[in-house]
């Protein structure tokens, strides 16, 4: 609860409308603790609380709220306080809240901008979702080729304050095409009178604004940048993408494959903000389908009560047998489906990759199988163990391959590959391995 977390002065503060005394005692809070307290106060607490920030604070405490919570303070905000918000945020955290609330929301937000607010909301609006061009800031700082160091420093000084970072210099033409990115350390270091052009290598990464976020993570863990250049298709600088934007995407995109894996809807929220009834629509789904695929394990079985009845010792050994293949096949597939994402392995690499994947299976499978194979004999005699002992070598190999070759067809049909992970995975070597158990049981016994 928010009186255990808060201070008891300053709960005395907010309920004695002392707001010149409650601004001093949180001066010196980061506006991340402060978020992680806001919303656990009382209703009227909150706002008043919130209300009671500098206007920059207030601004970047919003900032580091979840979607939901900042729905909450928004209808909570008078218009000028919603309007004094906005204004106040940077462009890319403005089109996240944008994008999240409803359209008839959305609308009303935009009137609170001013006009330069609006074309850049817009602007970043109206790239499509889960691409670069929303996640990017048009504010950055840019310099031509011809102007000296000195010249350029001094630009950086002007320009520096209303960028999102500076750490990273671009430099463009006359018609805002990129040339490159240059340290701002290098700048600092050289001799005010050579030119800004001494400094370049024209090696710049750069992203597509209509690009896949995903790509932003990737490129920056490879150059090992803070901020990347997106620009269109004819080059033309548009914005950056900076390291705290790609650090939220990497937690966001590695949350939904977990959740994938798991075979649930990806929430889209917080599990703390999540209610009873959306954490079952996201759940119900795969289950119900999982059931349904079950049920052809189940017919299986019964197809093949005969050979049970004439060997009752066989089942004894499905749980082992299924168990094995469900286990060999969830590994094959979360390697491959963890190589696709981060790059290290791709879809014209399927042939060379099946064919590690056969090589690997079979010696897991054989190694497992005279392991079934002694288990076989002990309990049920040479005949049982025989059959054990090939149904396991024949179940791991070929869970192990489907567990491979599962993900690259998701990932080839556009569906992704996360889907294909643990219960998915478990179900369709749970049949794959009952078809393979009896028809080695009905050949042998």
Do not use: C
Not at 257 to 270: E, F, T, V
Not at 360 to 377: A, H, M, P, T, Y
Not at 415 to 443: R, W
């Amino acid at each position: 609860m928010w009186k255990e977390l808060l201070k008891p002065e300053l709960k005395v503060l907010i309920e004695n409308r002392d707001w010149g005394q409650l601004r001093e005692a949180t001066k010196n809070w980061t506006p991340q603790e402060i978020a992680e307290l806001l919303l656990d106060m009382e209703k009227s607490h909150r706002v008043l609380f919130f209300r009671s920030l500098d206007r920059k604070v207030s601004s970047d405490v919003f900032s580091y709220r979840e979607p939901e919570d900042q729905d909450i303070l928004l209808e909570e905000m008078t218009d000028q306080e919603t309007r004094q918000i906005l204004s106040e945020l940077d462009p890319d955290d403005r089109t996240a809240l944008l994008e999240e609330l409803p359209a008839q929301i959305t609308k009303r937000m935009m009137e609170y901008l001013s006009p330069g607010d609006l074309k850049e909301a817009r602007q970043l609006l109206g790239y499509p979702e889960e691409s670069i061009g929303r996640i990017m800031t048009p504010d950055f700082v840019a310099i031509k080729p011809g102007r000296t160091i000195g010249e350029a420093l001094s630009k950086i000084r002007e320009r520096g304050k209303d960028s999102e970072t500076i750490n990273m210099i671009y430099v463009v033409d006359d018609s805002w095409k990129l040339l490159d990115d240059i340290r701002l350390r290098l700048f600092l270091l050289a001799n005010p009178e050579d030119r800004v052009e001494s400094l370049m290598d024209y090696t710049a990464p750069k992203l597509s604004a209509f690009a896949d976020r995903e790509q932003a993570v990737r490129k920056m863990q490879q150059y090992d940048l803070v901020a990347l250049p997106v620009v269109d298709s004819d080059n033309v600088l548009l914005g950056i993408v900076t390291v705290d934007d790609v650090m939220d995407i990497a937690e966001e995109e590695t949350t939904e494959d977990i959740q994938k894996a798991a075979s649930l809807a990806p929430l889209g929220m917080s599990y703390h903000n999540a209610n009873i009834w959306t954490l079952y629509i996201k759940r119900i789904g795969w289950l119900v389908a999982l059931v349904f695929m079950n049920i052809a394990a189940a017919g299986i079985i019964t197809a093949h009560e005969q050979t049970l009845t004439a060997a009752i010792g066989l089942a004894a050994f499905i749980p082992l047998l299924i168990g094995s293949g469900g286990n060999t096949g969830s590994q094959s597939a979360t390697l491959m489906i963890r190589a696709l994402v981060i790059g290290d392995v791709k879809l014209s690499h399927w042939g060379r990759t099946l064919l590690k994947e056969i090589g690997v299976g079979l010696l897991l499978g054989i190694s497992l199988g005279i392991v079934s194979w002694g288990i076989g004999i002990i309990k049920g005699g040479y005949r049982v163990g025989l059959v054990v002992g090939l149904t396991m070598v024949t179940i791991v190999l070929v869970a192990n391959t489907i567990g491979m070759i599962l993900p690259f067809l998701l990932a080839k049909l556009k569906i992704d590959p996360a889907v294909a992970s643990n219960p998915l995975m478990t179900t369709i070597a749970d049949v794959t391995g009952l078809l393979i158990y009896f028809t080695f049981a009905s050949m042998i016994l």
